[in-house]
């Protein structure tokens, strides 16, 4: 009999799916399985999440079901995010899901992201400094969260995720107005909390736009978390980098050693994020995390609830 348990992460752009060993120690892989399924592809405020996408993210969850049953887990702990839970269909989508497939969503709201994202994103890194920033940027939103001591001290949800961005928006250009705009209310809320954020503190990127980026960096060319994981980048390379992918068509972006497919549009409203984050706060470097919800909803296995 094993002590396994399986954690899912069903986002907006992509879903994910650990088992692993948990304790108190930490996480320890024993299988992960990453599909982009893209969602949050084709949204409307009035129907919400579009046929295909509920096809697509269905056939997923189908699969990653296959998956646990093979390794004989009991235990799940199975999130949904912003997609879901702005989606006009997305409890019946739910319930769709658990007829289906016998996989049981739990739509967690921004706060609850951030808390299990911040417990996962602390269980493998390794930073000199007492205070961190977290940016998880997903498809649908975006979580900013400041801890110290491991302790939450602020965190925020913005809906400016990479996928309502690249869909939502014409131009690079409106992207980018729509993202400052955002960044400068969460800098004035950061400042209304009594917090002072120095550049000096570790600004901590999870979620796949962070990893993106380092597996670029690194020329990947099969991913390896145990690389990705506290690799930093100095802002100097991501703007380095923004230059370099902004001409090029989605398709002409392939060709870059480290970019997924799937995240070929996608990439550039991520690299706005992040650099307007550094910009406003002043932060000059990045550093990797390749742990993050995923990891905090297997430690909280079986219970979620209680997180909240």
Known sequence: MNN????????????RLLIAEC????????????EIIRLGGGFT???????????????????FS???????VTRIQASATSAVRDAANGSAFVDTAF??????LVVIDGDLEARLTLKGVLSSLISGTDTLVVLDIGGGSTEFTVSHHGSLLFSKSMPIGVVRLTEGFRTNDEMTHRVTSVIAELKDDVLKSGISLSGDYDLVGTAGTATT???????????????VNNFTVLKDDIVEMFQRLLPLLPE???????????????????LIIITSVMN???????????????????????SVDDES
């Open 66 to 72: 296959t998956i646990i049953s093979e390794y004989g």
């Open 252 to 270: 002409e972006r392939l060709a870059v050693k480290g970019l997924e497919k799937g995240r070929e549009d996608l990439i550039i409203a991520g």
């Open 213 to 227: 980026i380092a597996a670029i960096k690194m020329e990947m060319v099969e991913y390896d978390y145990t690389r």
């Open 99 to 104: 007829h289906k497939t016998g996989i049981k």
């Open 23 to 34: 304790s108190n120690l930490g996480v320890v892989p024993v299988r992960v399985e990453r």
């Open 45 to 63: 405020d009035e129907f919400g999440l579009s046929v295909e996408a509920q096809t697509r993210g269905l056939a997923c969850l189908q699969r």
């Open 280 to 302: 406003t706060f002043g932060f000059s470097r990045l550093k990797i995390s390749d742990f993050g919800l995923l990891e905090g909803l297997a430690l909280s296995c079986g």
């Open 4 to 15: 396994y348990c399986a954690a899912i992460d069903f986002g907006t752009n992509t879903a």
